[in-house]
């Protein structure tokens, strides 16, 4: 019996691992994999805390940056801990997903060094490249161990199936999402020339409530009356990066409109981090309405705004809280910014719309940790609260195919007085390009109706 024992337990010993337990230790990383994989995170962490803290933004502190500098590292010391504890499969996919947005900042990194020259963090997001070719190798090696070839064909191909619906959904619930995040808050400022507004213009510096400063470029208005501050004339605030609104900003010019064109924070001239969602531009809109308000030229009630795409959504946000000093507002193109506006599309069936409700949950929440901000309010509840100022919802016929799903919506929750406008074969923030006479008639004519001049009673006001 006791020979028996001693043959059971040294077969035990000498068999090979045919156990679930035995084979996924057997496919588990090795010490050196475990190390390679340690390193290359470590070389994540190191260019995340050096854009955060050591070569912030212009007029960005550090103190904003310790969620974008210290999660980051925190989810990257977490992964190097668990990769050789958790099971293989678990262990590729962390590997693969690091690897592949190690390679996205590296691409951004490129990209900013060639728009701006290189220096500050660039040197560190260089080291990305070799971090995030490691990470995907490691993951392609775990995953080609951990294949099984016993068992039955039809089990085998099942669970290759299943591996590739997966990875699928990986990709597109995380990988991409989170890409598009860091892409979003890290851009370059791509600082271009001054545009030519067509009309005398200075450049003049605005001053935010955050502490940043923001650079602008103003034209007065041709018919100021100079009868006093309630009798100036009309200025609307434009706000879109580069030179992308400079027709429009021409147009107002052109017919007598002050134009205050605005470089958000974190582009241009102006100070700050990036956010192509726009997360924070509606205190630069407000700024901008207090910078003008403080103008004679300018007439008392009436400031408007004008926005395209990510500037249309901030002026929504920015005309519902900044109690009805910015009187009127043109919102041309504007879609969806955070999770919050995930279900407010029409047309989308629910499949749809649970299929892209883990994208946007996703893309938001990496939004908010690359930021440091928390995401904003829901346009769709911002709309309700922009009455009784004026609002005019535009969007192209041929733009982004979520134009048209949420602007009805955003327009059905509005309160009087608004306006919509489905532009005939205009692209995204195309509708001065493919319909410029109606486009001007369109828009002159709602700030004309939202923003009249002031009229005076001899009599009333002593004149």
């Not at 923030?429 to 004519?445: C, F, H, L, W």
């Amino acid at each position: 019996m006791i020979e028996t024992q001693e043959a059971l337990r040294g077969g035990a010993a000498l068999a090979p691992p045919g156990g679930a337990s035995g084979a996924a230790a057997a496919r588990r990383p090795s010490p050196p994999e475990s190390l390679a994989f340690a390193a290359a995170a470590a070389l994540i962490a190191l260019h995340a805390l050096v854009d955060a803290f050591v070569f912030p933004q212009p007029g960005v502190s550090r103190a904003d940056h310790l969620v974008p500098g210290l999660v980051p590292v925190a989810v990257l010391a977490l992964s190097a801990w668990l990769f050789p504890r958790v099971r293989p499969v678990l262990g590729a996919a962390a590997a693969l997903v690091l690897g592949a947005l190690a390679l996205v900042g590296f691409a951004v990194t490129v990209s900013m060094a060639r728009a701006d020259g290189v220096g500050g963090s660039d040197f560190t997001g260089f080291l990305l490249a070799p971090a995030g070719v490691v990470l995907v190798a490691l993951g392609v090696r775990l995953l080609w161990r951990t294949r099984r070839r016993a068992g039955s064909f039809a089990r085998r191909v099942g669970r290759r199936a299943l591996l590739a619906v997966a990875a699928l959904f990986l990709v597109s619930w995380v990988v991409m999402p989170a890409s598009m995040a860091i892409v979003a808050t890290h851009r370059p400022r791509d600082v271009g020339p001054v545009p030519d507004l067509g009309a005398p213009s200075r450049a003049v510096t605005l001053r935010t409530a955050d502490g940043l400063s923001l650079w602008a470029q103003y034209v007065a208005p041709k018919e100021a009356l100079k009868l006093g501050p309630s009798s100036g004339g009309g200025a609307v605030v434009i706000l879109y990066p580069g030179e992308g609104a400079r027709d429009h900003a021409r147009m107002l010019a052109r017919d007598g409109y002050g134009v205050l064109l605005l470089d958000p924070r974190g582009y241009g001239r102006s100070e700050g981090d990036p956010n192509a969602y726009g997360w924070g531009n509606a205190r630069d809109i407000d700024a901008a309405v207090a910078w003008l308000e403080g103008r004679s030229e300018v007439g008392q009630g009436r400031i408007g705004g004008l926005g395209l795409s990510v500037g249309g959504e901030q002026m929504i946000e920015a005309a519902a809280g900044n109690d009805g000093c910015l009187r009127a507002i043109v919102s041309e193109g504007a879609g969806t910014r955070s999770v919050r506006e995930a279900l407010v599309r029409e047309g989308p069936n629910a499949v749809e719309l649970a299929l892209q409700y883990p994208w946007d949950l996703m893309q938001t929440v990496a939004t908010a940790v690359f930021s440091g901000d928390a995401p904003p309010p829901s346009l769709e509840e911002l709309a309700v609260q922009v009455s009784p100022n004026a609002v005019f919802f535009v969007y192209g016929e041929k733009g982004q195919a979520i134009e048209e799903t949420v602007n009805v919506p955003y327009f059905e929750a509005a309160g009087e007085p608004k306006e919509l406008w489905e532009v005939p074969g205009a692209g995204h923030t195309g509708g001065i390009d493919a319909q410029p006479a109606e486009y001007e008639r369109r828009v002159t004519g709602f700030f004309e109706d939202a923003l009249p001049p002031v009229r005076f009673s001899w009599a009333r006001d002593g004149l």
